[in-house]
């Protein structure tokens, strides 16, 4: 209860403070409102979907293969049944091994053709769902500020998550929960003052970074932003 105690005294001061630097005397209001949007990419997903559609992209091309050397020994089969009808019999052991060969690629041909039964179906589904993956469309089971008891939680699927940065820059750790499993972002920044049209002062942030994350769920993170990097316009994509 006392560090409860303590953080609410400190966030307290800090607010007075902000408002006694106040860039402006006729300001309006004080508005905390920094976000920074997160983009969730699954890209082992992706990878086994990819894995598929080359296994699918495979069986085709050895399809195809099979279907032209049974195609090439039917032709070759005719042109010398052709010279067995006109009495050249040299011809007969080559027949022989033709007949022989046409059901073993009728085999493999057959084989492969079961494979491809359902293959363009599934590679329309299979591509439709990267594009929906790569759109960034996930549900996530929850968001936390480290710190502050603050608690984000959804209930629908989304392609960009928008998560507001605290104004008080130490709790600056996330802790996002994706499947059951979490990780937890670590952000630098600098809040800074801006005045508005409406003559509000904003407290904004700039200089964003991750500066550490743990790789329970999540693998890589990158980072898309202008110079600055400032809020409303720096976006992280987080692969898992």
Not at 12 to 41: G, K, Q, R
Not at 125 to 141: P, R, Y
Not at 194 to 210: G, S
Request: hydrophobic share 40%.
């Amino acid at each position: 209860m006392a560090n409860q105690v303590k953080q609410l005294l400190s966030i307290f001061i800090l607010f007075l403070l902000i408002v006694s630097c106040d860039p402006c005397d006729d300001c309006n209001t004080v508005s905390f409102e920094p976000t920074v949007a997160l983009v969730f990419i699954n890209q082992d997903s992706i990878k086994n979907l990819n894995d598929s559609l080359a296994v699918f992209a495979f069986n085709d091309s050895a399809l195809s293969v099979h279907e032209s050397a049974l195609d090439t020994l039917r032709d070759r089969l005719e042109e010398v049944q052709n010279g067995l009808d006109t009495g050249n019999t040299s011809l007969q052991s080559e027949k022989d091994k033709i007949l022989k060969l046409i059901p073993e690629r009728q085999s493999d041909s057959t084989f492969y053709a079961t494979l491809n039964e359902d293959a363009d179906s599934l590679t329309a589904v299979f591509n439709a769902t990267k594009a929906t993956i790569n759109s960034g469309l996930v549900e996530l089971d929850q968001i936390e500020i480290l710190g502050t008891s603050t608690i984000f939680t959804y209930e629908d699927s989304a392609t960009v998550w928008s998560i507001p940065l605290s104004y008080n820059e130490e709790f600056n750790q996330y802790e996002i929960t994706i499947e059951g499993i979490s990780d937890i972002i670590e952000f630098d920044y600098e809040n800074f003052q801006e005045v508005d049209d409406t003559r509000n002062v904003l407290i904004r942030a700039k200089n964003i970074q991750i500066i550490d994350f743990t790789e329970n769920k999540i693998d890589s993170i990158l980072t898309n932003c202008n110079d600055n990097c400032v809020d409303g316009e720096a976006t992280f994509t987080i692969y898992f």
